[in-house]
Every structure is written in structure tokens, then in C-alpha cells.
């Protein structure tokens, strides 16, 4: 049984907390063996990997958040967690996002569940039978709800339950609250719109006339930059409609497989309006936990000289219960 999180008194509101997480905490640096897998597309997926104890261990594969990585702090910290509790794992990085542009136009969005269906496919596919685990934060989260209900009892039988973590459940709302006024939201927003306005410079180099670069360089908000990159690059006919079709909240229904909700109610890139509490109630298979604080894929506790990372103890407590 997990404890209940305890948040760390020195790190005051939900900014504080997040902005630690993402920047400050100590980056645990596991041993990881990268491996680039083909995909059907003829495109390519670099995987990092740590073995487990013997090859017939249970494996995680890790899926990153908006224009994070395998290095990401929160990857690093529960791949190292998963190793000592006897886990094996596979971090694996979206189309671009390993350090080396992918080869196609389309990369990687909130709803895009066939890399990952590649990804845990190929896991099971390895050695049949032995036990896979998924978990994934704040967008992979979203794309890890979106699948496990989108396949429901048609997922493979190695997998045995997930666990998402500060998902994005309903994306327009996420996106109205990184779009608002003040320095919060503005940070934030700049933070992921330059990385992202960079690797559109990048495809229109590539690929020119994909779409309106001109524009792109003038986007300043996620309903801008998603209507003219992500929208038209991946099928979708705008903003809205990418967000509505991709929401994870409205595939929780459909899960059958074990699965872990991990939000916080201060977090302030998801609006604790959005949360699937109704869906979740009625779903046997889904457990919505939802801590008063925490911030966005923080979560941390302790006290500066003995740090605690919570959500990584509770995610693995969840799925070695269905190993």
C-alpha cells in the first residue's frame, strides 16, 4: 500500500513544485542501451533500454510528455525506480524527440496511439508471455488512456495494466489554460511553442510548402501553432477538431485493462474541471487518484536534503500488483 502523498512544505504552490520537477531535481542517470527500431512507415524509433534481473522479467515501456524525452528527469527517476524493484524498461522516444529529426513529415501529437501500439507490440512479441507494463506522463499519458481504450479487451494478453500520469484528459481545456494571461501560463507556453516552432523550421526545410511557415514563426499560442502544424500534418481538419478526437477522457469508457489516473488538483496545465471522475466511477478497471496538490508531473515530497518522488512509488506499487 502506497502512503498517502505528503507534499514538500519548501516548494509553496503548484508552480514551485512543477517548475522544480521539470528543471531542478536531481536526474538519476541509468545505464540505458539504445536501440533504433524501423517502423512499418519507414521511419524510426530510438528506444532506450535496461535489462531487468532475467530476461523473463516484467517490462515497462516509458512514454515521455510534450517535447520531452527519454532524459526527461521523470523518465530517468522512475526507470531507475522500475530497475531496482526487478522491472525491465523500454523508454521510448517520440518521431523526433530523441535527438535526431525523424524522416517524415508527421512526428508525434496527443492522439497518435500507433507508435505506441508499435512500441508495447514489438515488447510483447519478444519473449510471449512475459508480463508488459506501460506508463506514461502528461501527453504520452494521454495517448497511453486513448489507446488502452481505444484496443479495451483487444489489447495484447502480455499486456497486464498501465498507469498515466498528469494526463491532459480534455486537450482544449489544457490548451485554453497554457493560452491564458499572466506569467505562468506564458512561461510555460513559450517554453514548448520555441521548441516546437524550432523543429518546424526544421520540416519546412525539408519538406517545403507543408505548411505556412511564415505563420508558424508568428504563433504565440497553442490554437495557433495546432491549427497550422499538428492539425494539417496529421489529418485533422483544426485545433478543435485534433483536440476533441484526441482527448483521452473520452476513451476511459472503453478500457479493460488495470489502469492508474494520477492528477493533481492544483496542477496548471490541466484544469481539475476536465478530470474523467464520472467515467473513471464507472469503469471497475480504472483507478482516478486525485491528490488535493502536486503540481504537473511533480508530485514531489520530503525535504530538500532527502527528496521523495511519489508518483514514481505509487505507479510502480499499481502495476507490480499486476505482474
Not at 56 to 63: E, F, K, Q, R
Not at 123 to 151: C, D, H, I, T
Not at 189 to 211: H, I, Q, V, Y
Not at 260 to 273: E, H, I, N, Q, R
Request: charged share 20%; with cysteine; proline share 9%.
Amino acid at each position: 500500500m502506497t502512503p498517502p502523498f505528503a507534499s514538500a512544505g519548501w516548494l509553496p504552490g503548484p508552480h514551485a513544485m512543477t517548475v522544480y520537477a521539470s528543471m531542478a531535481r536531481p536526474w538519476p542517470r541509468p545505464a540505458f542501451r539504445r536501440e533504433r527500431w524501423e517502423t512499418p512507415d519507414d521511419d524510426f524509433l530510438d528506444v532506450d533500454r535496461l535489462d531487468g534481473p532475467s530476461p523473463d522479467a516484467p517490462v515497462l515501456a516509458i512514454s515521455h510528455g510534450l517535447e520531452g524525452s527519454s532524459r526527461a528527469p521523470y523518465v530517468r527517476g522512475l526507470a531507475a525506480a522500475a530497475v531496482r524493484r526487478g522491472l525491465a524498461v523500454a523508454a521510448w522516444n517520440f518521431r523526433g524527440c530523441s535527438g535526431e529529426p525523424n524522416r517524415l513529415l508527421r512526428q508525434y501529437h496527443s492522439g497518435e496511439t500507433g507508435d505506441l501500439a508499435f512500441v508495447v507490440g514489438r515488447l510483447a512479441a519478444e519473449r510471449p508471455g512475459r508480463p508488459v507494463l506501460a506508463a506514461g506522463f502528461s501527453l504520452g499519458g494521454n495517448q497511453l488512456v486513448k489507446w488502452f481504450g481505444e484496443w479495451g479487451a483487444a489489447l495484447p494478453p502480455e499486456v497486464r495494466g498501465g498507469a498515466a500520469v498528469s494526463v491532459p484528459f480534455d486537450l482544449a481545456a489544457s490548451a485554453g489554460a497554457l493560452d491564458g494571461a499572466g506569467f505562468w501560463p506564458l512561461l510555460y507556453r513559450e517554453r514548448f511553442l520555441g521548441r516546437l516552432r524550432r523543429k518546424a523550421e526544421a520540416k519546412a526545410a525539408a519538406f517545403p510548402g507543408a505548411f505556412d511557415l511564415a505563420a508558424v514563426r508568428r504563433s504565440r499560442t497553442f490554437s495557433e501553432y495546432d491549427d497550422l502544424v499538428t492539425a494539417p500534418v496529421h489529418g485533422f481538419a483544426g485545433a478543435q477538431d485534433y483536440w476533441r478526437r484526441s482527448s483521452a477522457a473520452r476513451f476511459v469508457a472503453g478500457v479493460r485493462r488495470p489502469l492508474l489516473l494520477l492528477s493533481a488538483s492544483d496542477d496548471p496545465l490541466v484544469p481539475a474541471g476536465a478530470l474523467p471522475v464520472a467515467a473513471a466511477r464507472e469503469n471497475p478497471e480504472v483507478t482516478l487518484e486525485v491528490t488535493p496538490v502536486g503540481g504537473h508531473v511533480a508530485f514531489v515530497g520530503g525535504m530538500p536534503w532527502r527528496r521523495e518522488f511519489w508518483a514514481e512509488t505509487r505507479v510502480l506499487d499499481f502495476l507490480l500488483g499486476w505482474t
